[in-house]
C-alpha cells in the first residue's frame, strides 16, 4: 500500500528564510505528487503536482518542489518565506487508484 | 471557476442524530470525491463518484455512513446515528477525469466542520 511521510510536525522560520519541507513515499512505481496547504478551518489549495518529465516543478506563490526517485522523495522549497505562508502543508500521492494518500502533515509557524 | 462549496460550514448535533452535509463540485468535473480529516491529521480518502456512479468506498465509511450523486452534479453526505468519533472535518474535492490520465488535479472545498455533543 502506498504511504506519505512527512516527518516533520512543525516548523519555524524566520521571514525571509528560506524553507524546505520534507516528504517521503513509499510505492512501487512512479506516483503522482502533490502538495497543498491548508490555512486554519479552510479547504486544502493545490500549491503544486509533478505527474512526469522534469524532476523541479513550480508551482503558486513561489513554492516549487523536487522528485528525486532515488530517494522516493519530494521535498518542497521556497527561498524566502512571507508570514503569509504561515499554514499547514501537506504532501499527497496518487497512485493511479483514483484517490490521495496524504502525509500528516507539516505546521508551519513564521517569526518576524 | 466558482470552485467547490460545500455546505454546511458548520454543524453541530448531538450524538445519535443524523445529519446531511452537501457538496457542489466545479461544473466541468465529472469526479466527485469525499474525505474525513480528524485534528492534526491529513485528510482520508471516504468515497468517490465518477459522474453518478459511486465507484469505491473507503473501510473508514460504515454502514451509517451514505453518500449520493443522484445526477451526476452535487453529492450529499449522509451520517445516521452520529457518535462522538464521527466530530471531524469532511471535505469534498472534484477533478476532470483521472487525475493522472488528464493532469488534472482535485480541488477541494472549505469543508463541513462536524461537531458531535
Known amino acids: 500500500a502506498q504511504s506519505v511521510t512527512q516527518p516533520d510536525i512543525h516548523i519555524t522560520v524566520s521571514e525571509g528564510a528560506s524553507l524546505e519541507l520534507r516528504c517521503n513515499y513509499s510505492?512501487?512505481?512512479?506516483?503522482?505528487l502533490f502538495w497543498y496547504v491548508q490555512s486554519p478551518g479552510q479547504g486544502l489549495q493545490l500549491l503544486l503536482k509533478y505527474f512526469s518529465g522534469d524532476t523541479l516543478v513550480q508551482g503558486i506563490k513561489g513554492f516549487e518542489a523536487e522528485f528525486k526517485r532515488s530517494q522516493s522523495s519530494f521535498n518542497l522549497r521556497k527561498p524566502s518565506v512571507h508570514w503569509s505562508d504561515a499554514a499547514e502543508y501537506f504532501c499527497?500521492?496518487?497512485?493511479?487508484?483514483?484517490?490521495?494518500?496524504f502525509g500528516t502533515g507539516t505546521r508551519l509557524t513564521i517569526i518576524p | 471557476d466558482t470552485g467547490v462549496s460545500q455546505d454546511p460550514r458548520h454543524k453541530i448535533t448531538k450524538r445519535g442524530q443524523n445529519v446531511t452535509f452537501r457538496c457542489d463540485p466545479i461544473?466541468?468535473?465529472?469526479?466527485l470525491y469525499w474525505y474525513r480529516q480528524t485534528l492534526g491529521q491529513g485528510p482520508e480518502f471516504l468515497t468517490y463518484f465518477q459522474n453518478e456512479a459511486q465507484l469505491e468506498k473507503s473501510r473508514l465509511l460504515s454502514d451509517r455512513f451514505s453518500a449520493e450523486r443522484p445526477k451526476g452534479s452535487f453529492s450529499t453526505l449522509e451520517i445516521q446515528r452520529t457518535e462522538q468519533g464521527d466530530s471531524a472535518m469532511y471535505l469534498c474535492?472534484?477533478?476532470?477525469?483521472?487525475?493522472?490520465?488528464?493532469?488534472?488535479?482535485?480541488?477541494f472545498g472549505d469543508g463541513t466542520r462536524l461537531s458531535i455533543l
Open positions: 474535492a472534484s477533478s476532470f477525469g483521472p487525475a493522472a490520465n488528464s493532469n488534472q488535479p482535485q480541488h
Open positions: 461544473s466541468e468535473h465529472n469526479r
Open positions: 499527497a500521492v496518487d497512485n493511479e487508484s483514483e484517490k490521495l494518500t
Open positions: 510505492y512501487g512505481a512512479t506516483p503522482y
